[in-house]
C-alpha cells in the first residue's frame, strides 16, 4: 500500500454555494457510491437545481433522523460533496438518486434560499500526517477488518478485497467506516475527523469493539443452537420411542400415567431434594419402555416417595381438659399414670416443636400400654399408628433395603407414615424391649435416629434415599421391662404401669370388659350378668395376673358357654354367681 508523499490530497479547499440535502439515517462518505429515496419538496428541488446546473450536492446528515422539517441547527456541520451519477423520478412522487461521494466539506453559512437548503461551504483536504504512522494504522485496520467481516456475515468477503487492493489511506479508513455496524453520531465522528491517522485510530478502537461484541454474540449462537439441537435430538428420539412402543402394542395408559406423576410432583409439598430426585427419576421412566422391569422399579419408587405424607398435618388438639376426660372414659385407675400423661401433653402445648423426652410406659402384659397410646393420640387429634418392634433383628426393617435389592421397600418406620397419611401422627413403638441383634445389623442404633429430636428431621431411609423429617411425630413407646439398650433408654422418659388392684379390676369389668363382650357376642345386659362375688372369684382364682388381658378371655369364657345355654336349654337368663361359676370355667 502507497501513497503520495505530499502532506495533503484531494481538491484544494475553497468557499462555494452548495444545494444541500438533508439525510435521515445515513451518513455518506467520500468515494462512497449510494443510491438515496428522496421524498421531501425542498430535496426534490435540490436535486433538480444540482441537474439543470450541473453542480455537486453537498449530503449532511441530520442531528434528529424523525424532523421532516429540519433546521440549520439540527443538521451536522460537516458533510460530503457529492456527484449525482443518476437520477430517476418515481410514479409516486418520490425520486431515487445515485450519488458518489467526492470529498469532505464544512458547512459555513445557510442562504435565505426558501425553494431548498443552500449553503456556503468550504472543501476539506485530506491531512496525511506522518507516512510510517499512517501506513502502520491502514495495515492494523485492514488485518483487522478481514476478522470483522469473518464474524459479520452480513459483509461481503469481496469487499476486503477491494479495500485490501486501495493506496489512499483517507480512502482505507472511509471504505471501512462506512461498513461498520455502528451508530449515526459515532459515523458522524468518524467523517468530522480532520486528519487521517486520527480517523485510522477511530476506526480501528470501534471496529475492536465490535469485534470483542460479535465474538461474544457467536458464543451465544452457538450455544443456543447446540442447545436447540439437543432438544431437537431429544424430541426427534422420544417421537421414534413412541412410535416404536404403538408398534409394540403398548397403550396410551403409559403415557396417562407418567401425566399423573408429573402432575402429582408439581402438587406435592416435596422438599427441594426430594423433588429434585423425584423428577429425575420421571425423566429416566419417560426413557424406558412401560413393560420394562426397570420402569417398574423406578415407577414403584415414585409412588413410595409421593405416597408419604410431605407437609401434611392434623390439626393438634391442645385442650387439656379433653385430654383428661378422654384418658378417664377410656381407662380407670392408673390415676399417676395419667396425670404423668397429662402433664407431658401440657408441656408440649406450649412447646412449638416435640423436643422433649420420648415417653416410654413400661408394665407387665395385658395392663393397658398399647390403649394408653392410642387414647393420648385421641385426645390430641392425631392419628394413631403402630409398630411392633418385636423379634425385629434387621435394620433394613427399620430404615429400608437400598434399591439394588430385589424386592426393595421402605422401612417400618416410613410405611407407618405412608399409612398414617399425616406427617404429624402418634407413632406407637410397641415392645421395644423385645428388639434384637445379629449379623444383618442392629436396629436399636436405627432407631436412636427416629427418636432423637436433633436428628429425626433429616431421617434417611435406604430406599427413598432422601432425607425425611419426623420431627412433628409424636413418638410414644412400650416396653414389658427396661431391658432396652442403653443409648435408647436415654433418649425416653419411663413411666411404670405396676398393674392393677383387685377393686380396679372389679371396676375396669364393669365399665368397659363386660359390654364389650356382650357386643362382641350379641348378648344383651338382660340376657347374661355376673355378680360381683362371682366376679372377685375369676379375679382371684382364675387369673392371678397385673393387667387384665387373662380377665378379658375367661369373662369371654363365660359369655359363650351363656350363649350356648340360650340357645340349647332355651332359657331366658343366665346368671353367673359363685354357686355355677365351677361349671363354666372348672
Known amino acids: 500500500m502507497t501513497s503520495e508523499s505530499s502532506p495533503t490530497i484531494g481538491l484544494p479547499a475553497g468557499d462555494d454555494v452548495f444545494p444541500v440535502l438533508p439525510l435521515r439515517d445515513i451518513v455518506v462518505f467520500p ?101 510510517v504512522e499512517v501506513e502502520a494504522l491502514a495495515r492494523s485496520v485492514v488485518a483487522e477488518f478481514e476478522n ?22 483517507s480512502k482505507v479508513a472511509d471504505t471501512v467506516a462506512s461498513h461498520l455496524a455502528i451508530k449515526i453520531p459515532e459515523k458522524q465522528a468518524i467523517l468530522a475527523l480532520p486528519t487521517v ?52 402394542g403398548d397403550s396410551e395408559d403409559g403415557k396417562d400415567e407418567l401425566a399423573e406423576l408429573e402432575e402429582k410432583i408439581n402438587k406435592t409439598k416435596l422438599s427441594k431434594e426430594a423433588r429434585e430426585k423425584a423428577q429425575n427419576e420421571l425423566k429416566k421412566l419417560r426413557q424406558m419402555s412401560p413393560m420394562s422391569a426397570e420402569a417398574t422399579v423406578v415407577r414403584n419408587y415414585l409412588d413410595w416417595l409421593l405416597g408419604i405424607p410431605w407437609g401434611k398435618k392434623s390439626k393438634v388438639r391442645n385442650d387439656l381438659n379433653y385430654a383428661q376426660e378422654v384418658l378417664d372414659a377410656d381407662h380407670f385407675g392408673l390415676e399417676k399414670v395419667k396425670d404423668r400423661i397429662v402433664e407431658y401433653l401440657a408441656v408440649q402445648s406450649r412447646a412449638s416443636k416435640i423436643r422433649g423426652p420420648i415417653l416410654c410406659l413400661v408394665g407387665p402384659p395385658g395392663v393397658g400400654k398399647t390403649s394408653l397410646g392410642k387414647s393420648i393420640a385421641k385426645a390430641t387429634g392425631r392419628e394413631f399408628v403402630r409398630m411392633s418392634l418385636g423379634g425385629v433383628r434387621d435394620e433394613a426393617e427399620i430404615r429400608g433395603h437400598r434399591r439394588t435389592y430385589i424386592g426393595s421397600m421402605p422401612g417400618k418406620v416410613i410405611q407407618s ?143 359363650r358357654k351363656s350363649v350356648k345355654e340360650l340357645i340349647l336349654a332355651k332359657k331366658k337368663s343366665i346368671k353367673v354367681s359363685p354357686k355355677n361359676l365351677e361349671d363354666f370355667l372348672g
Request: aromatic share 6%; charged share 30%; glycine share 4%.
Open 148 to 169: 470483522y467481516v469473518k464474524l459479520n456475515k452480513k459483509i461481503s468477503p469481496e469487499v476486503v478485497g477491494a479495500v485490501t487492493q486501495l493506496d489512499d489511506y
Open 197 to 248: 491517522v486520527e480517523r485510522l485510530e477511530r476506526v480501528l478502537g470501534m471496529m475492536e469493539s465490535e469485534i470483542s461484541v460479535l465474538q461474544v454474540e457467536k458464543r451465544i449462537r452457538s450455544r443456543v443452537k447446540r442447545q436447540m439441537e439437543k432438544t431437537q435430538r431429544e424430541y426427534y428420539l422420544n417421537e421414534q420411542m413412541k412410535a416404536i412402543q404403538k408398534e409394540l
Open 31 to 131: 468515494h462512497m457510491i449510494v443510491p438515496l429515496f428522496v421524498g421531501r419538496e425542498k430535496s426534490i428541488r435540490a436535486l433538480e437545481e444540482v441537474m439543470r446546473a450541473d453542480k455537486q450536492i453537498l449530503l449532511a446528515t441530520q442531528q434528529n433522523p424523525s424532523e421532516d422539517e429540519p433546521t440549520p441547527e439540527s443538521i451536522f456541520t460537516v458533510g460530503t460533496l457529492a456527484s449525482v451519477l443518476q437520477l430517476l423520478k418515481l410514479p409516486d412522487g418520490t425520486v431515487k438518486v445515485l450519488v458518489e461521494g467526492v470529498s469532505r466539506a464544512e458547512i459555513l453559512r445557510y442562504t435565505a434560499n426558501e425553494n431548498y437548503y443552500e449553503a456556503h461551504a468550504r472543501r476539506i483536504a485530506d491531512n496525511v500526517g506522518d507516512q
Open 417 to 559: 407414615m405412608r399409612k398414617a397419611k399425616k406427617s404429624n401422627p402418634l407413632f406407637l413403638l410397641d415392645e421395644i424391649d423385645k428388639l434384637g441383634m445379629d449379623f444383618r445389623g442392629d436396629p436399636s442404633s436405627a432407631l436412636l435416629e427416629v427418636l432423637d429430636p436433633e436428628q429425626n428431621q433429616s431421617f434417611n431411609d435406604h430406599y427413598l434415599e432422601v432425607d425425611y423429617d419426623l420431627s412433628s411425630v409424636m413418638f410414644v413407646t412400650t416396653a414389658n421391662t427396661l431391658n432396652i439398650p442403653p443409648p435408647l433408654m436415654d433418649r425416653m422418659e419411663i413411666i411404670r404401669i405396676a398393674g392393677y388392684t383387685e377393686d380396679e379390676k372389679s371396676d375396669t369389668s364393669r365399665l368397659y370388659l363386660v359390654p364389650n363382650i356382650l357386643m362382641e357376642h350379641a348378648l344383651e345386659a338382660k340376657e347374661f350378668s355376673v355378680d360381683d362375688e362371682a366376679l372377685k372369684t375369676v379375679i382371684r382364682r382364675y387369673t392371678r395376673e397385673a393387667g387384665v388381658r387373662n380377665l378379658e378371655r375367661e369373662l369371654a369364657t363365660l359369655a
